[in-house]
């Protein structure tokens, strides 16, 4: 997991990119920096993009996705049953915000079905079907969803008091 300060360093690193006129052009950074793909992903994902294999890249995104929420919240269910204990917009395990306002509840309860929805709508075609064929950039559109539903996660932090 990336830290806070490892996240704000790489931000900090970024900046540079955008107002200092000898920056790095964009076009020259690899597609997961200039979507700015979440640095979590395991490894794989960035080895099933770079060899053309764009459908299992979103796949094992999706499946790590799973996994964290599992293991933020200590929840053993899967996929479209664990997003929906989870994000519940009453009793959730994990809060996104603190839930006190009805514009609160509400995002508590979009993120829900947000979350709820890319496992079914992204995750489970491709471990599901057999030839799905997804282009880069629909690949990349999906790790940024992936990434902000990471994000997201890891700002809700922890509910297990083991981790």
């Known amino acids: 997991m990336t830290s806070s300060l490892e996240r704000f360093e790489r931000v900090a690193r970024q900046a540079g990119n955008f107002t200092d006129s000898s920056a790095v052009d964009l076009a020259n950074l690899h597609p997961f920096e200039q979507r700015n793909v979440h640095p979590g992903l395991p490894s794989i994902v960035l080895e099933l993009?770079?060899?053309?294999?764009?459908?299992?890249?979103?796949?094992?995104?999706f499946k790590f996705l799973d996994k964290e929420v599992q293991r933020h919240s200590c929840c053993s269910e899967s996929g479209v049953k664990l997003m929906?204990?989870?994000?519940?917009?009453?009793?959730?395990?994990?809060?996104?915000?603190?839930?006190?306002?009805?514009?609160?509840?509400?995002?508590?309860?979009?993120?829900?079905?947000?979350?709820?929805?890319?496992?079914?709508?992204?995750?489970?075609?491709?471990?599901?079907?057999?030839?799905?064929?997804?282009?880069?950039?629909?690949c990349l559109d999906h790790l940024a969803l992936a990434s902000l539903l990471l994000r997201r996660l890891e700002d809700a932090g922890f509910r297990c008091a083991a981790l």
């Open 84 to 138: 929906m204990s989870v994000f519940a917009a009453t009793s959730p395990l994990l809060r996104l915000n603190a839930l006190s306002t009805t514009s609160e509840k509400d995002e508590q309860k979009g993120f829900q079905f947000v979350f709820a929805g890319a496992v079914l709508a992204i995750r489970n075609p491709r471990g599901h079907e057999v030839a799905v064929a997804d282009s880069p950039d629909e």
């Open 49 to 61: 993009f770079d060899s053309s294999h764009y459908s299992q890249a979103t796949f094992e995104a």
